[in-house]
């Protein structure tokens, strides 16, 4: 079926390194969001992309979608404890009737 | 202040016992959602509902039923048909279910079976 893929599907960083996080569609995507859950939390919205090729800036976390629109990335510069918890992609899929589907999550660790 | 209820936080069951999963919002949003999120995994969808009196299916709906009587409340009811429940249960809600918008989470349900 139709599926949103995740990679990594953990990443550790250094504090204050950089890391992306990768978000791949099988099929045309209509917009693709990303969620941020900590731990023992619950998904909250960060972002959305609607245009190909749109890249959009929040601080120190940099949201791109591709250009097919088939994939997305999150690149998180000079990681800060704050940035643990779990990162999910959730694309729309124009030919399952838009329904929202999430990747399987990036887990991030930092070490301090 | 708006937002989405979910009761009961933690809930232990007998194997064999139906368990109901509460979720209410005062967003005045149309479509409602209940997802299933493993550990260490994402989420799945179980039914949603994009107006009052119906709702369809999801992706691993055997084993859950939901009723929408009201636009503010979506109950989950896992049945005893569901081989593996314990898991963190999160339902959510958009304000239609045409808008391509963010999803409100709340702030999820933890079932465990004994």
């Known amino acids: 079926g139709q599926q949103v893929m995740q990679i990594p599907q953990y990443q550790h960083v250094q504090e204050g390194e950089d890391f992306t996080t990768y978000c791949n569609s099988s099929?045309?995507?209509?917009?693709i969001q990303w969620y941020k859950q900590r731990p023992g939390g619950h998904p909250v919205f960060l972002i959305q992309?609607?245009?190909?090729?749109e890249v959009k800036k929040q601080k120190r976390l940099t949201f791109q979608f591709g250009e097919a629109k088939k994939n997305s990335s999150l690149h998180i510069t000079a990681t800060q404890t704050t940035d643990v918890g779990t990162y999910f992609c959730?694309?729309?899929?124009?030919?399952?009737?838009?329904?929202?589907?999430f990747g399987g999550g990036t887990r991030v660790l930092v070490k301090p | 202040d708006g937002g989405i209820t979910q009761s009961p936080k933690y809930l232990f069951r007998k194997e064999g016992q139906n368990v109901t999963l509460s979720c209410e919002q005062n967003?005045?949003?149309?479509?409602m959602y209940w997802y299933r999120q493993d550990p260490g995994q994402g989420l799945r969808l179980i039914y949603y509902?994009?107006?009052?009196?119906?709702?369809q299916k999801g992706d691993i709906a055997e084993g859950y039923s939901v009723s929408r009587e009201k636009k503010e409340s979506f109950p989950l009811t896992v049945t005893s048909a569901q081989k593996n429940p314990t898991a963190f249960y999160l339902c959510?809600?958009?304000?239609?279910?045409?808008?391509?918008?963010?999803?409100?989470f709340g702030e999820g349900s933890r079932l465990t079976v004994l």
């Open positions: 959730a694309g729309r899929i124009k030919a399952a009737g838009n329904k929202l589907t």
């Open positions: 099929t045309t995507l209509s917009n």
């Open positions: 992309l609607v245009k190909s090729g």
């Open positions: 967003l005045n949003h149309d479509a």
């Open positions: 509902s994009q107006i009052v009196n119906d709702f």
């Open positions: 959510a809600s958009i304000f239609s279910p045409t808008n391509t918008g963010e999803l409100f």
